[in-house]
C-alpha cells in the first residue's frame, strides 16, 4: 500500500512528530522555533486541510503553528487558537475554569489523531527526484490533489462520530474534518521518497454543534480503499499531464502486480531499494528461525511452513529491527544534485536514459496507448472484483469496503493511467453485489445494520463449477531438513526467486487463485447467458481481456498461427495465447471471438482446481493429530504448535545446538 496509517496520542508520541515529523524527519534542534527549523531542513511549512476548517475560524492552506498543534494535538484535542480564546475570555472577566472549557472540543481524549502518509508509486517519485523543475511541478501538484480528494471521500464516506451510550448513535461529521500536511522529501536511507504527513484530527462537530469523537476503527478498516484511490489519482493526473502511461508489474513472484509508470527502468527501482534488501534479507534470517523454533522437549514449535499472516508479522519484526537512524533534513536542491550522481554512479542505467528519463517514459506511453484500449465493461469488472475478493478473504466473507478497494484496483489495471468517470468504482462495486454476492448479514447491533458493515459472500461456489478433477498432489515434504547452519553456504538460488525460498516452504498466496478463479467464473457465466445477450452488451471483449490482463500472462506470438483453433493440446500451457484473439478482433463477431476465449481458457479450470486440491491437501494434513490421545497446546500465534505424523530425520534445530 501507498497509504500508512498511524495512531497519534497527546503523549510521547504526539512529541515525537513535533521534534521530528514536522521538520521533515530530521532532528529538530533543541529550542528552535518551528519556522526556523523547517527553513533550516528545506522544507515547507505545514499547511491546514479540510472542510472543518470553517468551524474553527481557519482557512485551507493557512500555516500551521508549534502553538496550534500543541492544542489540537498535544492537549487532548484542544482549539488550535485555544490560547487566544482562553485569554479573551479571562479578559472579559470569566472565570478560568470557564475560560478554559471555551478552548475546548468536547471531551478531552488521549488518541487526538491519526497519521496517514501518502507516498506516489516509485516510478512516480523517480520521475519527480531525476527530472527537471517542470515536471517536479506537476508530480507536486498531482499528489496534493489526490490528498485533498482522499480526505474528501473519508470526510463524505468513512469517518463517523460515535456518541451515545456504548457509542450506539453513529453521524457524518456534517461540516468536515481537521487537518495539518507536512511534505517530506526523502527515505530513511536517504533515497528520493516524496511523500506527505497528514495529521488528521479525531475531533468533528455534528449537527447540534457538539464537537464528538471520530471512531478510529473505520479509518483503519478503510484505509486499503483510500490508498486505491490515492494510487488511481495521482498516476491518472500525472500521466495525464506528461503524456504518459502505466504498466502492471509483479514484484513478487504470486503477488498482485504493481502499476507502474511505463519506461522506467527496473533497474531504477532496485537503486532505491537498500532498505527493502536489508529487510528481506532478515526476513529470510527470522523465517528460518520461526520453522526451526522447538520447545523445551525439542519438539517444533510451529508449522514447518510460513504462511501469509506470519510472513507479514515477521516483515514487520525485520523492519524494525533493521531500522536506520533517520539522516540530517537537506534541502531539495541539494537531494536532487546528490540522487542524480548516485544513480548516474551505482544504479547501472545509462546515463542518457536518467537524463533522459521523462522522453523514454512517453515513448513507452505512445506504444501502449496504441495498442491498448481503454475498455471498462461494468458486467466483466463486477465478476474479476467479486472472484478477486471472495477468494483473497478467509471464509469467502467481505465486506463492501473489500469491493471497493478491488474495484479501483481494477479500474487502475484497465484504464493504464487514463482518468475515469466518478462514482465508476461504485457502479462495480453495486453490480457486483447486486450480480455476485450474496447478503449473510445477521446483525446484532446497530452497526451492523449500516450498509458498510453489512456481511457479504459469493452467490457461486467455484466447487460447484464443471471441471476435470484431478488426484491431490502431496503436500511440501514435512521431512525435509532445512541447512543445519545458517552461516552454511547456501543452495544454488534459482532465478527470480526471493532469499530464503528454496529452503523455507511457504503456502501459496491467494492472488494466484484469484486471478484463476475469475477466469473460471467469467467462463461460466459466459456459457449460461444467450448470444442476444452478449451482442446486446456490445462491448469489445478482446481489447478488455488485452488491457486488463498483465503482461506476465500474455503468450508471444504462435508459430502457426492457422491452427489456432485446434483442440488445446495435453501438454503444458505457459499462459493464454492472446495472438489470435488480436488478429481476430478485426475479421471475426464478439461471439466467435467469445467462443475461441472459451477454448482458451479451458486450461485455466484444470489448473484453479489443482491449486484448490492443493490447498485441501496442505490443511488436512497440517491439522491432522498422529495421536488421537495427545493434546495440542494452544499458541499465541497465528498458526497451532505442529507435531509430525512420524519421526523423522526433520526434527528441526536441535535443542543445545
Not at 522506467?264 to 527501482?269: G, K
Not at 541447512?483 to 492472488?511: K, N, S, V
Not at 499465541?636 to 523423522?648: F, K, S, T, V
Request: charged share 30%.
Amino acid at each position: 500500500m501507498t497509504v500508512d496509517i498511524r495512531v497519534i496520542r497527546a503523549s510521547q508520541m504526539y512529541r515525537y512528530y513535533l521534534r521530528q515529523t514536522v521538520v521533515g524527519d530530521g532532528r529538530r534542534p533543541a529550542r528552535t522555533p518551528l519556522r526556523a527549523a523547517q527553513e533550516q531542513a528545506g522544507v515547507p511549512v505545514g499547511r491546514w486541510m479540510g472542510r472543518g476548517l470553517a468551524a474553527l475560524g481557519l482557512t485551507p492552506g493557512e500555516e500551521v503553528t508549534e502553538a496550534q498543534l500543541r492544542n489540537l494535538f498535544g492537549e487532548r484535542g484542544r482549539h488550535p487558537d485555544a490560547d487566544r480564546i482562553e485569554a479573551d475570555r479571562l479578559a472579559k472577566g470569566e472565570s478560568p475554569k470557564k475560560a478554559f472549557k471555551a478552548g475546548a472540543l468536547g471531551r478531552r481524549v488521549m488518541v487526538t489523531g491519526v497519521d496517514f502518509a501518502f507516498r506516489p508509486q516509485p516510478t512516480i517519485y523517480l520521475l519527480w527526484a531525476l527530472g527537471d523543475e517542470e515536471t517536479r511541478r506537476v508530480i507536486e501538484a498531482a499528489h496534493e490533489r489526490a490528498i485533498v480528494r482522499v480526505l474528501e471521500w473519508i470526510e463524505d464516506e468513512v469517518a463517523v462520530i460515535r456518541y451515545g451510550k456504548d457509542g450506539i448513535y453513529r453521524v457524518r461529521p456534517p461540516g468536515g474534518l481537521v487537518a495539518a500536511r507536512f511534505r517530506h522529501y526523502e527515505a530513511r536511507s536517504g533515497m528520493p521518497l516524496l511523500h506527505d504527513h497528514l495529521l488528521l484530527s479525531v475531533k468533528g462537530q455534528r449537527l447540534d454543534g457538539k464537537w464528538g469523537s471520530i471512531h478510529t476503527l473505520a479509518l483503519h478498516e478503510n484505509t486499503v480503499a483510500a490508498s486505491a484511490l490515492y494510487n488511481e489519482l495521482v498516476a491518472a493526473e500525472v500521466c495525464e499531464e506528461l503524456g504518459l502511461a502505466t504498466e502492471p508489474r509483479t514484484v513478487t513472484p504470486g503477488r498482485r502486480p504493481v502499476m507502474e509508470i511505463a519506461g522506467v527502468p527496473h533497474e531504477l527501482i532496485r537503486w532505491t531499494a537498500r532498505r527493502s534488501d536489508q529487510i528481506a534479507a532478515c526476513l529470510a534470517e527470522l523465517e528460518h528461525e520461526y520453522v526451526t523454533a522447538v520447545d523445551d522437549d525439542g519438539e517444533p514449535k510451529f508449522l514447518p511452513v510460513v504462511s501469509e499472516r506470519t510472513r507479514a508479522k515477521l516483515n514487520g519484526i525485520a523492519a524494525k529491527m533493521t531500522r536506520p537512524p533517520k539522516p540530517k533534513a537537506r534541502p531539495l536542491a541539494q537531494l536532487c544534485k546528490e540522487w542524480k550522481e548516485s544513480a548516474i554512479r551505482t544504479s547501472n542505467v545509462a546515463v542518457d536514459v536518467i537524463n533522459s528519463l521523462l522522453e523514454y517514459a512517453r515513448a513507452a506511453a505512445v506504444a501502449i496507448r496504441s495498442r491498448v484500449a481503454a475498455v471498462v465493461d461494468i458486467a466483466l469488472a463486477a465478476v474479476d472484483v467479486a472472484a478477486t475478493v471472495f477468494v483473497m478473504n478467509d471464509g469467502g466473507r467481505f465486506h463492501r469496503r473489500h469491493l471497493l478497494a478491488e474495484a479501483r484496483r481494477h479500474l487502475a489495471l484497465v484504464l493504464r493511467g487514463r482518468r475515469r468517470d466518478p462514482g465508476l468504482d461504485d457502479q462495480v462495486v453495486a453490480a457486483a453485489i447486486s450480480t455476485h454476492c450474496l447478503d449473510i448479514s445477521e446483525p446484532k447491533t446497530v452497526r451492523g445494520l449500516e450498509a458498510g458493515y453489512r456481511l457479504y459472500t459469493a452467490r457461486w461456489s467455484l466447487s460447484d463449477l464443471p471441471a476435470r478433477r484431478r488426484p491431490p498432489t502431496p503436500g511440501p515434504d514435512l521431512d525435509r531438513r532445512p541447512p543445519a547452519d545458517p552461516g552454511e553456504p547456501a543452495a544454488p538460488q534459482h532465478l527470480g526467486q526471493d532469499a530464503g525460498e528454496w529452503e523455507i516452504p511457504r503456502i501459496p498466496l491467494r492472488y494466484d487463485r484469484a486471478v484463476l478463479a475469475g477466469a473460471v467464473v467469467r467462463e461460466e457465466l459466459r456459457i449460461t447467458i444467450t448470444a442476444a445477450a452478449v451482442r446486446g452488451r456490445a462491448y469489445d471483449i478482446v481489447r478488455h481481456q488485452q488491457a486488463a490482463m498483465p503482461e506476465q500472462l500474455l503468450a508471444p506470438a504462435t508459430a502457426d498461427p492457422e491452427n489456432d483453433d485446434q483442440e488445446p493440446g495435453t501438454g503444458r500451457r505457459e499462459a493464454i495465447d492472446m495472438t489470435a484473439l488480436r488478429a481476430l478482433r478485426e475479421s471475426r463477431t464478439d461471439m466467435e471471438a467469445l467462443g475461441l476465449t472459451a477454448e482458451r481458457l479451458r486450461h485455466l479450470k484444470d489448473a484453479f482446481t489443482k491449486a484448490a486440491d492443493d490447498s485441501r491437501t496442505r490443511a488436512t494434513r497440517y491439522n491432522e493429530q498422529d495421536d488421537a490421545d495427545a493434546v495440542r497446546p494452544v499458541r499465541p500465534d497465528d498458526q497451532q504448535a505442529h507435531r509430525p505424523p512420524e519421526p523423522g530425520p526433520h526434527r528441526g534445530r536441535e535443542a543445545g545446538h
